[in-house]
């Protein structure tokens, strides 16, 4: 890749990376109940890195960034499949997911689901998915 | 779970501390922690003996999958004890010498070790479980544990080569094993082998009988290396000779053994039964013992007379399920088989064992194993030589060792079959003592003429890579002599073992011939009196195998006894060769690398196969098609849609490409807007601008669009192929549609609509299915996507340089 040299972009990419990131988180917690969830927020998370990597260059994002997608997908995985077997050890079917109402401080009353680490799993294998596809392919010159 | 099942599953549960062992104690050698599972499972079925022996059988239920009838029973009688009785002490003792076998420094002993307990583990399983599936699964896993342990040294080309040759031939026995058992629960409704014994009149009347025998036989004779299957084992010889004493002849070979015993009770009494067991049994015995003549190689010679024994054992259970077909005969006459069968089951294990230790001795203590270097050993390694001596002599059927006993009582029962009256036996029965005999003949031989190259003659250090050839360290003898003692004392006192094993075993392979309380006479004897005919045909074995032994010099020298190559060695390698090149030639006229080829296969076949369907069920059928007025704008967005797909096929340039290929996407976007699906329509362009970002990374690499010439007859083939396409999605989810219009059905997302807040506690439908209602498919989309990944990474990090054949 050559090495980019674009101000205006660069400038932009700080402003905006901040918002898509929290907006990413902000669709992975609020899928339950409205439009979201960790496939869409995993993808936005992916996409918000991406224009980093387009705007900087992949080498110098490779220093800050130093994560080994192909485990980040180890992890989802685990995580996804791990929830499932929770419900199990209770005497339930597997993948059977949980939720329930709590007062808890600051917050007020939260709805916390056991679908949420499940869902946090596809987010983490969707993120690393797109990313580990697509800096493979960009990295490879030959 | 019961204390059984943990048992079984016990040397699993060892098998994963083995490498923490192996990393942290280095100090120790592994074998010594390993050691303590087998020794404390074989008291633990020590234990058993009392109560098998009474005519007892012990059966705990686990249930595995019931609703599909596999469930995971353990069923311990005089049959299954005698098995796990072997598994666990043969399994101890070889153990214990492996500890001196395989250095500590240089050996990885974590994966011998844990492939070692896994095959325990499973061999138990195959041996104590009632349920067919239960077996299978336990059964491929002992094929998987061989393999590995053949291919133990995975350096040398000859172990894979073996390892391979192995798989192949038992998985290929094992999957029709696993339709034989599909057919047996078709016919009796059952996969648990007491209700298909209870149930054998219907099995018997079934007219899948023949078919599910054969492939439960294929299965049998695969495993226990009957011909003509028996290639695998001599090449199994590569793996070390510890496991050689274990699987390749005291244990995993026997499965096949076991597995005719155990089903004797179903399928024995058939002629066919009868027929193609003692045939494959006698042809593999000779086969085996006349190929170990040819053999140089002191493994080699061993592989093959354990072909041999192993067909002798397969004969005698053959013609002893004529006892099935005589309900109340005379048991004496027929039971005889099954008797010198478990006997010699036992004796095979015990001498059998020695002898692969002894071997392994010498290769350990000379550095080879060819019989043309070695000799003149007995004065050196004079322990090893007692023991191979006994073992030897025991396998040739000389008194006072087992193997004579056994050996006689197999002729016994060989002689028997010309009395059945039954199966035509009354014009060939006399053919069948007549091959036994030859067989021994050969046996004979081969034990004589292995003793004699191995011990006797002249040592000759110059042929030997070794300087200073001595006799093993004791540690290692421990083993051998253990079942060097057995062999005497066996062979001495052979009623020790009447009552306590042999007797319940044969009630187990032969059940319901005796009424309850009653017991089959076991008295094992040594002299039957200067008539009997098994005196003279041991006699007549003995002077025939010397007499070819003292004219050994003669035909020492043909091309019978140069070649070492079993024949079906060749047909194995065609064979392989041509799977391979076919399969190549397959995979290359339709794998052309080139996407749009792929596309055309895919859309291809899905227009025939919908068009198939439509036309077969006289559709489309589209009556009335009720649908809600569609606004101006959208007409317009569609229209735009359609304008940018269609610009594509005529674009040059690749940036237009991108666009274009982004306008009909996002306008897909825009559609789930409208359309009042934000889930979607967020998915959607998330994607496309992923992959817009993609193609911006990877649109330096790409080489320039080049204008390719297609030929006008295939531009128009490719453009029906895209007409037809559409056309027939089109045509099915109108058809889909009306049909769901005119018989009313409801659709399913009513139900998630209504039930998404109850049962899962979410307002967003798609989330909750995503999560909740379908979530299995959710999880294994999931780990779809990450195997691409894993794909795409490795095609491209690892791929290929040159211009490898793949």
Same mark, same amino acid.
């Given at each position: 890749? !050559? !090495?980019? @040299? @674009?101000?205006?972009?660069?400038t ?21 109940n ?15 890195i ?9 080498n110098?994002? !490779? !220093? ?44 007020g ?34 | ?18 490498p ?23 008291i ?21 999958? *019931? ?12 049959l ?9 002490? /043969? ?15 240089? =050996? ?5 070790y ?18 067919? #599936? ?52 078709? /016919? ?21 009988? /023949?078919?599910?025998?054969i ?9 226990s ?16 000779? *510890? ?12 499965a ?74 005379d ?10 069968? %478990? +006997? ?57 060792? $087992? ?6 009582m197999?002729?016994?029962?060989m ?15 006399? #053919? ?15 034990? #004589? ?25 004791i ?19 052979? $009623? ?18 005796l ?6 006479? %076991?008295?094992?004897?040594?002299w ?28 020492? $020298?043909?091309a019978?006894?140069?070649? =070492? ?17 076919g ?80 306008v ?7 559609? +789930?807007?409208?359309?009042?699906? *934000? ?13 817009? #970002? ?30 037809? +396409?559409?056309?027939? /999605?089109?045509?099915?989810?109108l ?8 018989a ?7 139900y998630?609509? =209504? $039930? ?51």
């Amino acid at each position: 890749m !050559k !090495k980019p @040299n @674009n101000m205006m972009l660069q400038t932009l990419t700080r402003l905006i990376i901040l918002i898509v990131l929290s907006f990413s988180i902000y669709l992975l917690l609020a899928g339950h109940n409205s439009p979201g969830g960790g496939f869409i927020g995993g993808l936005m998370t992916a996409s918000a890195i991406l224009i980093l990597y387009l705007s900087f260059g992949l080498n110098s994002i !490779k !220093k800050v960034i130093r994560l080994d997608y192909i485990k980040i997908i180890g992890i989802g995985l685990l995580f996804a499949s791990v929830t499932g077997v929770v419900s199990m050890v209770f005497g339930f079917p597997y993948l059977k997911q949980f939720f329930d109402y709590f007062r808890l401080p600051i917050l007020g009353e939260v709805e916390l689901t056991t679908a949420l680490p499940f869902d946090l799993g596809v987010y983490f294998v969707v993120l690393a998915s797109a990313l580990a596809i697509i800096l493979t392919i960009a990295e490879d010159d030959k | 779970m019961t204390l059984l099942h943990w048992a079984v599953l016990s040397p699993f549960i060892a098998a994963i501390l083995i490498p923490f062992l192996y990393k942290y104690l280095k100090r120790i050698h592994t074998g010594w922690f390993v050691l303590i599972l087998p020794l404390v499972l074989f008291i633990y079925f020590l234990s058993f003996i009392p109560r098998t022996s009474s005519g007892e059988a012990i059966l705990n239920n686990l249930d595995w999958v *019931p609703s599909l009838g596999i469930n995971f029973n353990v069923y311990v009688d005089g049959l299954s004890l005698l098995f796990a009785l072997l598994i666990t002490g /043969i399994g101890a003792l070889v153990v214990l010498y492996s500890i001196y076998y395989l250095s500590k420094r240089k =050996e990885k002993l974590n994966n011998f070790y844990v492939y070692l307990l896994m095959f325990m583990g499973a061999m138990l399983g195959v041996v104590l479980s009632d349920n067919l #599936i239960v077996i299978y699964v336990f059964w491929e896993v002992t094929s998987i544990a061989s393999s590995l342990l053949i291919s133990y040294w995975y350096t040398r080309e000859k172990s894979i080569y073996g390892a391979q040759k192995s798989m192949y031939i038992t998985v290929f026995g094992g999957l029709s094993m696993l339709a034989g058992f599909s057919l047996l629960y078709v /016919i009796a409704g059952t996969f648990s082998i007491r209700e298909l014994i209870a149930n054998a009149d219907i099995v018997m009347a079934s007219g899948l009988f /023949i078919p599910a025998m054969i492939l439960v036989l294929l299965g049998a004779f695969t495993k226990s290396a009957q011909f003509p299957f028996h290639i695998w084992l001599p090449d199994a010889m590569e793996a070390p000779t *510890p496991v050689s004493a274990y699987l390749h002849s005291a244990t995993m070979v026997k499965a096949g053994i076991y597995l005719v015993a155990r089903l004797t009770g179903v399928f024995g009494g058939a002629p066919e039964w009868f027929w193609i067991i003692t045939i494959a049994g006698l042809v593999t015995l000779t086969w085996g013992s006349i190929s170990a003549v040819r053999q140089k190689d002191l493994k080699g010679i061993l592989a093959f007379s354990t072909i041999s024994q192993l067909g002798l054992i397969m004969s005698l259970l053959g013609t002893g399920s004529a006892a099935f077909y005589f309900q109340d005969g005379d048991n004496a006459l027929y039971m005889t088989a099954i008797l010198a069968a %478990v +006997f010699h089951l036992v004796n095979h294990a015990t001498f059998k064992g020695s002898l692969f230790m002894a071997a392994g001795i010498v290769d350990h203590e000379t550095g080879t194993r060819d019989i043309r270097k070695l000799g003149g050993l007995m004065t050196i390694m004079p322990i090893t030589a007692t023991i191979s001596l006994i073992g030897l002599a025991s396998m040739a059927g000389l008194p006072p060792f $087992n193997g004579f006993l056994s050996k006689e009582m197999f002729l016994t029962g060989m002689l028997n079959v010309t009395e059945y009256g039954i199966f035509h036996l009354e014009t060939f029965g006399f #053919i069948i003592p007549i091959i036994a005999w030859i067989a021994s003949v050969f046996t004979f031989l081969y034990c #004589i003429l292995m003793f004699s190259k191995t011990f006797m003659g002249k040592f000759d250090s110059s042929k030997l890579k070794v300087q200073h050839v001595h006799e093993a360290p004791i540690g290692m003898l421990i083993s051998p002599i253990i079942l060097a003692v057995l062999v005497v004392v066996f062979g001495l006192f052979p $009623n020790l073992l009447a009552y306590s094993i042999i007797e319940p075993a044969m009630a187990a392979i032969a059940p319901g011939i005796l009424s309850p309380g009653e017991f089959f006479d %076991v008295h094992i004897t040594h002299w039957h009196g200067f008539l009997a005919p098994e005196l003279w045909m041991t006699i007549g074995v003995v002077v025939l195998g010397v007499i070819l032994f003292m004219t050994f010099k003669k035909w020492e $020298n043909t091309a019978f006894y140069r070649g =070492e190559r079993d024949l079906f060695n060749y047909a194995y390698d065609y064979g392989y060769d041509g799977l391979v090149k076919g399969s190549q030639w397959l995979t290359r006229i339709q794998m052309t690398g080139r996407l749009r080829d792929y596309f055309i296969y895919m859309c291809t076949f899905i227009i025939l196969i919908m068009a198939y369907t439509m036309y077969r069920y006289n559709l489309p059928a589209i009556q009335s098609l009720d649908l809600s007025p569609v606004p101006i704008y959208v007409w317009f967005v569609i229209a735009v849609f359609i304008g940018s797909v269609i610009v594509i096929p005529f674009i040059n340039n690749r940036v237009a490409l991108i666009i274009a290929t982004s306008v009909s996407g996002f306008i897909v976007a825009l559609l +789930f807007v409208l359309f009042r699906a *934000p889930d979607l329509a967020l998915t959607q362009l998330l994607i496309e601008t992923v992959s817009v #970002i993609l193609f911006m990374l990877v649109f330096y690499h790409l080489p320039k669009l080049k204008k390719v010439k297609t030929p006008p007859k295939l531009k128009a083939v490719k453009l029906i192929i895209s007409i037809g +396409f559409g056309l027939i /999605i089109t045509l099915g989810s109108l058809s889909a549609f009306s049909l769901g219009q005119e018989a009313n059905y409801s659709s399913i997302s009513e139900y998630y609509t =209504e $039930n998404a807040k109850e049962e899962a506690g979410g307002y967003n439908i798609v989330n909750v299915i995503l999560v909740d209602f379908r979530g299995l498919d959710t999880m294994l989309e999931v780990l779809v996507v990450a195997l691409a990944v894993l794909t795409v990474v490795s095609l491209i990090r690892l791929r290929f340089k040159g211009s490898e054949d793949v």
